[in-house]
């Protein structure tokens, strides 16, 4: 008898068990393993006409964006760009030093910064013309990295994870002055005019005059309690320049008189990312007409007026280099890795293509990630340059690849072209060349 209550007794346990049987969840499923808690969900990409500028041959590229806070609307560059030059700049990537900066370009000379400090001028036909080590006398050549460059009549200006501003003269490399900050700079620096703006990395807001380094106003941000390496410029648009700080904010300031006239927090972040804790503007503000377009690291993109700072858009995606606006849409290098289009209007998706993620292909072993450079268009394609050592071509309307060029030693900057000749900084420390 007792094994047959025994048997009854199972029997309903099961029964009611059945009958009580969870539903499944509503909602969107999330791989457990997907890149910083992303989708891996799949991407139905549009392929939409577009109408780029014509091509032009811009003689320079002076600051990060290419000129002070907006994008060259369309550079010249041949379809098929083969490397035709490298030289040596000095220290590539080590242990204990990064190279963080984008060369510029102006009057026939390619200046670069090194991850020992060291600014040097290369012509445009690859011979070096000087260099000079910016490394102060107390300190080592491996004692910090980080810094920016800009070139405007006839001078350099370089940014320090030192903590200094210098100029120099861009035809013989002698230092002109040097002002020294309480705080790194490791933000580009935007040139107008007789003005130089720089962001320390204490988000602390400076205008200086450009030929003496004198301070003319200065105001106080926000501090971060986490900052990158790379900093954003500034970006200026008439009497306004805009600046975007380590704490995830853009402030907009009257450049005749340090006037402050609106304050955004870029906030928003991607769910379940680490490196979401940090909300360092790294995509620099771009302007493109009465629209300003920046992006922090930890999954926003955002489209803000000009003029208010009111938030107009805002896209879950988020960029380490400026976007690219052009043609009603805009283009970037998300933070997962993707190069992506969307609509310009209201931030909508288009088209997103995977670039190459971790540098192994086994789970355990995913502790890096390959840097993505860009995009920049030129030659009627958006170029990003990756550390894999791929200069990769993709086609504005669709998205698809359209050409693969090799980059010796990988990329450690973005491309950036001037005179039809698109120039990249290599991970082991040589400026490539490319037509």
Same mark, same amino acid.
């Given at each position: 008898?007792?094994?047959?209550?025994?048997?009854?007794?199972?029997?309903?346990?099961?029964?009611?068990?059945?009958?009580?049987?969870?539903?499944?969840?509503?909602?969107?499923?999330?791989?457990?393993?997907?890149?910083?808690?992303?989708?891996?969900?799949?991407?139905?990409?549009?392929?939409?006409?577009?109408?780029?500028?014509?091509?032009?041959?811009?003689?320079?590229?002076?600051?990060?964006?290419?000129?002070?806070?907006?994008?060259?609307?369309?550079?010249?560059?041949?379809?098929?760009?083969?490397?035709?030059?490298?030289?040596?700049?000095?220290?590539?990537?080590?242990?204990?030093?990064?190279?963080?900066?984008?060369?510029? =370009?102006?009057? @026939? %000379? #390619? $200046?670069?910064?090194? /991850?020992? *400090?060291?600014?040097? &001028?290369?012509?445009? !036909?690859?011979?070096?013309?000087?260099?000079?080590?910016?490394?102060?006398?107390?300190?080592?050549?491996?004692?910090?990295?980080?810094?920016?460059?800009? =070139?405007?009549? @006839? %001078? #350099? $200006?370089?940014?320090? /994870?030192? *903590?200094?501003?210098? &100029?120099?003269?861009? !035809?013989?490399?002698?230092?002109?002055?040097?002002?020294?900050?309480?705080?790194?700079?490791?933000?580009?620096?935007?040139?107008?005019?007789?003005?130089?703006?720089?962001?320390?990395?204490?988000?602390?807001?400076?205008?200086?005059?450009?030929?003496?380094?004198?301070?003319?106003?200065?105001?106080?941000?926000?501090?971060?309690?986490?900052?990158?390496?790379?900093?954003?410029?500034?970006?200026?648009?008439?009497?306004?320049?805009?600046?975007?700080?380590?704490?995830?904010?853009?402030?907009?300031?009257?450049?005749?008189?340090?006037?402050?006239?609106?304050?955004?927090?870029?906030?928003?972040?991607?769910?379940?990312?680490?490196?979401?804790?940090?909300?360092?503007?790294?995509?620099?503000?771009?302007?493109?007409?009465?629209?300003?377009?920046?992006?922090?690291?930890?999954?926003?993109?955002?489209?803000?007026?000009?003029?208010?700072?009111?938030?107009?858009?805002?896209?879950?995606?988020?960029?380490?280099?400026?976007?690219?606006?052009?043609?009603?849409?805009?283009?970037?290098?998300?933070?997962?890795?993707?190069?992506?289009?969307?609509?310009?209007?209201?931030?909508?998706?288009?088209?997103?293509?995977?670039?190459?993620?971790?540098?192994?292909?086994?789970?355990?072993?995913?502790?890096?990630?390959?840097?993505?450079?860009?995009?920049?268009?030129?030659?009627?394609?958006?170029?990003?340059?990756?550390?894999?050592?791929?200069?990769?071509?993709?086609?504005?309307?669709?998205?698809?690849?359209?050409?693969?060029?090799?980059?010796?030693?990988?990329?450690?900057?973005?491309?950036?072209?001037?005179?039809?000749?698109?120039?990249?900084?290599?991970?082991?420390?040589?400026?490539?060349?490319?037509?």
């Amino acid at each position: 008898m007792s094994l047959i209550r025994t048997a009854t007794l199972i029997g309903l346990v099961a029964l009611s068990a059945g009958c009580n049987r969870e539903r499944p969840l509503e909602g969107e499923r999330v791989a457990l393993r997907a890149p910083w808690g992303g989708s891996d969900g799949v991407q139905a990409n549009r392929a939409l006409p577009i109408s780029l500028p014509a091509q032009s041959a811009n003689a320079s590229w002076t600051q990060r964006q290419g000129t002070p806070g907006a994008r060259p609307q369309h550079p010249a560059l041949s379809a098929n760009p083969q490397l035709i030059w490298s030289a040596s700049i000095g220290t590539g990537d080590t242990r204990r030093g990064r190279l963080t900066t984008d060369p510029v =370009v102006a009057d @026939g %000379r #390619v $200046y670069t910064l090194d /991850a020992a *400090a060291r600014v040097q &001028a290369t012509s445009t !036909a690859g011979a070096v013309l000087w260099s000079t080590d910016l490394t102060a006398p107390r300190d080592r050549g491996t004692s910090a990295s980080g810094g920016s460059l800009a =070139v405007s009549g @006839g %001078r #350099v $200006y370089v940014t320090s /994870a030192y *903590a200094f501003l210098a &100029a120099l003269d861009a !035809a013989t490399g002698a230092e002109i002055w040097r002002v020294d900050f309480d705080a790194p700079l490791t933000g580009s620096p935007a040139v107008n005019g007789n003005n130089v703006y720089v962001t320390a990395i204490d988000s602390s807001m400076w205008s200086l005059n450009a030929a003496t380094g004198r301070i003319d106003w200065t105001l106080p941000g926000t501090p971060a309690l986490t900052t990158v390496a790379r900093g954003s410029a500034p970006a200026i648009a008439g009497d306004t320049v805009i600046f975007p700080t380590q704490a995830g904010e853009l402030t907009a300031v009257r450049r005749s008189n340090g006037a402050r006239m609106w304050t955004t927090v870029a906030a928003g972040r991607r769910t379940g990312a680490a490196l979401a804790s940090i909300p360092a503007l790294t995509g620099d503000p771009v302007i493109d007409g009465n629209r300003l377009y920046a992006a922090n690291q930890s999954g926003r993109v955002f489209a803000i007026d000009v003029r208010s700072g009111e938030t107009l858009w805002t896209s879950p995606e988020g960029a380490n280099d400026p976007v690219w606006p052009v043609g009603g849409s805009v283009f970037l290098v998300s933070d997962q890795n993707r190069v992506m289009r969307l609509d310009a209007s209201d931030g909508s998706l288009i088209w997103a293509q995977d670039l190459p993620l971790y540098t192994s292909d086994r789970v355990r072993r995913r502790l890096a990630i390959y840097p993505q450079n860009g995009p920049v268009l030129a030659g009627g394609k958006l170029w990003v340059a990756s550390g894999d050592g791929v200069l990769r071509g993709f086609d504005p309307v669709s998205g698809n690849t359209v050409a693969e060029i090799p980059i010796p030693g990988g990329a450690a900057s973005s491309p950036i072209v001037a005179g039809g000749v698109m120039y990249i900084l290599s991970r082991e420390g040589n400026l490539l060349a490319y037509r």
